[in-house]
């Protein structure tokens, strides 16, 4: 059970007390009536392959600082799925990429992220634009699926399996 965060109301700024609703434990605030539901982040990533390879980004951010991830990140309210993907690729490596296939939806257990995990392929007119954008990314690189360096997660080996599986 992930931890129960607020101390106050974020709508009233009144002390919040637990209270037991429809058999839970839950944060309520006795001024508004707000009741507080934790709910897991939802994060959104996309495996992106060039002349089968991959391209991968190297942490700069902890957890998990200097070990590969794929570009991606949280969903900003008011975007699809598929719009957060595209503009963390542009944000941290600088390419348009269009989405070809849905690999999976993972996580949620024991109060982890949400993880939506795409695929595309990157056009080689991208190739020349590729940079690094963001401060959480040191470097980015292309590597054969027989040399993938250590992931940042562990559901990241999971996407690529699945990946795999659905590509054959
Ligand atoms: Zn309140």
């Known amino acids: 059970m992930p931890q129960l965060t ?3 109301c974020p709508h009233c700024a009144t002390a919040l007390i637990e209270k037991e609703i429809h058999d839970v434990r839950r944060l309520f605030c006795p001024e508004c009536q707000y009741v507080h539901y934790p709910q897991p982040k939802l994060v959104a990533l996309v ?3 060039y002349e089968e390879k991959l ?5 700069n951010i902890e957890p998990a600082r200097g070990l590969w991830n794929f570009c991606g990140g949280y969903i900003e309210l008011g975007e699809t799925v598929q719009e957060a993907v595209i503009r963390e690729a542009k944000e941290e490596a600088n390419i348009d990429i269009q989405l070809d296939k849905l690999i999976g939806i993972y996580g949620g257990e024991e109060g982890s992220n949400v993880v939506a995990a795409f695929h595309a392929q990157l056009p080689g007119n991208q190739i020349s634009h590729l940079a690094i954008q963001a401060e959480e990314v040191s470097e980015f690189a292309f590597f054969a ?14 996407i690529l399996r699945d990946w795999k599986a659905i590509k054959l």
């Open 55 to 59: 391209l991968l980004l190297k942490r």
């Open 145 to 158: 699926w027989e040399e993938l360096p250590p992931l940042a997660f562990p559901v990241h080996y999971q």
């Open 6 to 8: 607020f101390i106050y």
């Open 47 to 49: 495996v992106i392959e």
